[in-house]
């Protein structure tokens, strides 16, 4: 229904648009009844509904929902398609339990492996978390409800996550932590956005100016509405004027009633208000339109759904002599507690009641004709049970293969804290080392909600990666095992050796106030490959039944201004004897820059079903972010001039396929010419490439000269070789060495024409 938000806007008072400003209570806004404006329920989220049955009563229980694999499983699928589905799903679920915004997708990046809260994110790398959020996003939407991306923004830890700063520079920032949230926003144009709890750079983020305002608002373009994480908001006014329209949940008047202050002694201009209204307006319209009543979903479609994704979610890391997949005729022992009590969800906020259970044991009976179980540990506690574990043994012993089932408990992982090391339980540990030696038919599969180590990964024939794969669980793990699935999830982040290798090991989780985000760009995979660590399973590896032949890579172009774009084309074959899927991978390497630039990063992904001996071509087109970084100086992404390979294949750490590309650029790198910008900067604009060039030059021909001051000490060889090796610096000096030693005469104020004429060259001087 069409509205005039003006209209209705100007007919409130101060006090009714204050109001709308915070909740009504835990999940709800607030109606104004006489202006029609309806009250709407958001809840929780992200990948299963977590509704109390009476939104207004903190004390009613939850709705049974449909549990599908959390953020992390279901990004190992690769699969926007799966994604999007599961997404429509949700938002059938919102529809039949009256809910208009589930708070999800969280799509912050896996910082550290230690992130308490890993589970519920999809991946390290931002171009891969950024499209599957984009995928929920629109899912869920496309059923008329809402999504709240979340946490906008660097919410990368647990520890102190309601006060710590984080420190991040701007370009990290941009190229790591806020990309992830680029896809969900702008393609998804998602409804809302939360901000998280904790400071950027020096102001919380229900107040982040920059955040809010100039990247969300300003430079995204997003029309819907900031709320708060629940609780996060800091000054109530001050976040109003940074871009914050609803805090969540409603604690009491006061923050309302300093709303009305402040615009009553003229510190909050009431357009800022007004505009918060306008926003908050649109969304509540829009939840209620979009209500479907009397709607009702099919808890067992949903529940196959859910089977399908866990399925698809699901990490082959090991498969020596072929043990997988299993067959009807092998006895086996299944082993582990949970294979009757399966960790399948996270603790915290995401928390579900599922609609109903597949337990692993019950859905390997159903396809073993002969098995049985012993629980090796216990379900609580990491301390090994020595009589558990030699009656697992015996078991294994009698059985031709032994299938354990091992990973994290609840208290090892969840949201309020970090993890503090990489390890399973000792009890689990010892449980797999002791069956892996007295069974040579030992498969492990684990059920976590980020990577451990595997001390024991040498000692048993296969190892399958089942995330937290929701209600579903069970069953798709036994889908997998007997091959009725072919396995094609592959890993969305890397799985280190130990935890002193990983990126942030010495800045995580931080001191007390802040946290540094010293590795800046070289998260996960990004760093691996910077510092060539092996890791224990690199980033986007994964393996399948079948096997897979990357045949052909071509580009449509061999070179390109930063305004084109380029088609490539990848084939891959299936060359084995089963049907499966692919996940072909795409990377965008450079191979020179004047900035530092990781190795390589992921640009594109297809996943691809093949028959056994089928080969299928798949397109990606790139454009200049494929191969831009972001430049601080004009806070923008800029795409420098020079070669790049583009190389594929079916992990981060094997890409076979490569094609180079010269890329033109034809945008300037800084805002305006100065004292400091950089001979090679100006070399690589036509307009003043000559000047500099030759600027440049004449200032080599007087080092030459000051050089043979030299000559007898060094002798004309020891000169020429110096400077050769100084030369080829010269072009990263800045243009204010023209008034120095080498500018032979050229004064501060020939220096200032000189930079004033370069100026009015690029027309940067309005
Ligand atoms: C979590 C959010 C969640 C909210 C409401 C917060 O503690 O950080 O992710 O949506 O609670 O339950």
Not at 78 to 104: F, K, N, P, T, Y
Not at 218 to 246: C, F, P, S, Y
Not at 371 to 395: M, N, Q, R, T
């Amino acid at each position: 229904m069409k509205r005039n938000l003006t209209d209705i806007i100007s007919q409130m008072t101060l006090e009714e648009k204050a109001s709308l400003c915070s909740g009504l209570n835990m999940w709800q806004t607030k109606p104004v009844e006489r202006l029609g404006i309806p009250s709407i329920v958001m809840t929780d989220g992200p990948h299963g509904l977590r509704k109390q049955a009476n939104p207004g009563d903190m004390s009613s229980k939850t709705v049974p929902a449909t549990c599908f694999p959390s953020g992390a499983g279901l990004a190992s699928s690769w699969d926007r398609e799966l994604i999007r589905e599961v997404g429509a799903a949700i938002g059938e679920e919102c529809q039949q339990e009256d809910v208009q915004i589930i708070l999800g997708p969280a799509v912050n990046i896996k910082r550290s492996p230690l992130c308490g809260r890993n589970f519920e994110y999809f991946s390290e790398d931002p171009f891969l978390s950024s499209e599957m959020g984009a995928s929920h996003v629109k899912g869920v939407q496309s059923q008329g409800v809402g999504t709240s991306v979340k946490h906008f923004a660097a919410n990368n830890q647990e520890t102190l996550r309601n006060s710590i700063n984080a420190v991040v520079d701007e370009r990290t920032l941009n190229e790591i932590y806020l990309r992830s949230f680029e896809g969900p926003i702008i393609e998804g144009d998602a409804w809302t956005v939360m901000c998280a709890y904790n400071q950027v750079n020096g102001d919380y983020c229900s107040e982040n100016d920059y955040l809010l305002n100039q990247v969300l608002k300003q430079r995204w373009g997003h029309g819907g509405l900031v709320m708060t994480d629940w609780g996060a908001i800091n000054e109530r006014v001050k976040g109003l004027k940074a871009g914050l329209e609803l805090e969540m949940p409603y604690v009491g008047p006061e923050h309302d009633r300093m709303i009305v202050e402040a615009v009553q002694s003229g510190e909050l201009e009431e357009a800022v208000l007004d505009e918060a209204v306008r926003r908050l307006l649109t969304v509540i319209f829009k939840g209620y339109d979009g209500k479907k009543e009397g709607f009702t979903y099919d808890a067992e479609v949903h529940h196959q759904l859910a089977r399908r994704a866990a399925a698809d979610c699901m990490v082959l890391l090991k498969n020596e002599g072929s043990l997988l997949p299993l067959k009807p005729e092998q006895s086996v022992a299944v082993i582990g507690a949970f294979a009757k009590h399966p960790r399948y969800q996270g603790g915290g906020s995401s928390h579900i009641t599922p609609t109903r259970m597949d337990a692993p044991f019950d859905a390997i009976a159903g396809m073993s004709a002969d098995c049985a179980f012993a629980p090796g540990y216990l379900l609580k506690g990491g301390e090994a049970d020595d009589s558990l574990i030699e009656e697992a043994v015996k078991l294994a012993q009698s059985k031709d293969v032994a299938v354990i089932f091992a990973g994290l408990p609840d208290s090892f992982e969840s949201e309020g804290v970090d993890r503090t090391r990489l390890d399973m339980p000792s009890s689990h540990i010892r449980l797999i080392e002791a069956v892996a030696a007295a069974q040579p038919n030992t498969v492990v599969v684990l059920s976590n909600g980020s990577p451990v180590t595997m001390p024991w990964l040498p000692q048993v024939q296969a190892v399958l990666e089942g995330y937290l794969g929701g209600q579903a669980t069970g069953s798709a793990a036994a889908d997998v095992l007997y091959g009725k699935v072919n396995p094609s999830g592959k890993l969305a982040e890397t799985f280190p050796v130990r935890l002193e290798q990983t990126p942030a090991f010495l800045n995580f989780p931080g001191g007390k106030s802040e946290v540094t985000y010293g590795e800046g760009l070289f998260v996960g995979y990004r760093y691996y490959e910077a510092k060539k660590e092996e890791p224990l399973f690199p980033f986007g590896y994964g393996l399948s039944y079948t096997t897979f032949a990357y045949e052909d890579i071509r580009a449509d172009r061999t070179s390109m201004k930063d305004t084109d774009t380029v088609n490539v084309s990848v084939t891959v074959r299936n060359t084995g004897t089963v049907a499966g899927k692919e996940i072909v991978q795409l990377y965008v390497k450079p191979l020179e820059s004047h900035v530092v630039r990781p190795v390589k990063e992921l640009k594109g992904f297809a996943k691809v079903h093949l028959q056994p001996g089928e080969a299928k071509t798949v397109h990606f087109v790139l454009d200049q972010r494929a191969f831009a970084y972001f430049n601080t100086d004009i806070h923008d992404w800029f795409a420098e001039s020079g070669a790049y390979d583009i190389v594929a294949g079916p992990s981060s750490a094997d890409t076979p396929l490569s094609v180079t590309l010269s890329l033109e650029s034809t945008g300037i790198p800084f805002r305006k010419v100065g004292r400091n910008t950089k001979f090679y900067e100006l070399m690589a604009i036509p307009e003043t490439a000559a000047f500099a060039k030759e600027a440049m030059e004449g200032s080599l021909e007087r080092l030459k000269q000051m050089g043979a001051m030299f000559a007898e000490s060094m002798g004309d060889d020891g000169i020429a070789e110096l400077f050769e090796a100084v030369v080829k610096w010269r072009k990263y000096d800045a243009l204010r060495s023209l008034s120095g030693m080498m500018g032979g005469g050229t004064s501060e104020a020939d220096l200032s024409k000189i930079i004033d004429d370069l100026n009015t060259k690029l027309k940067l001087n309005s």
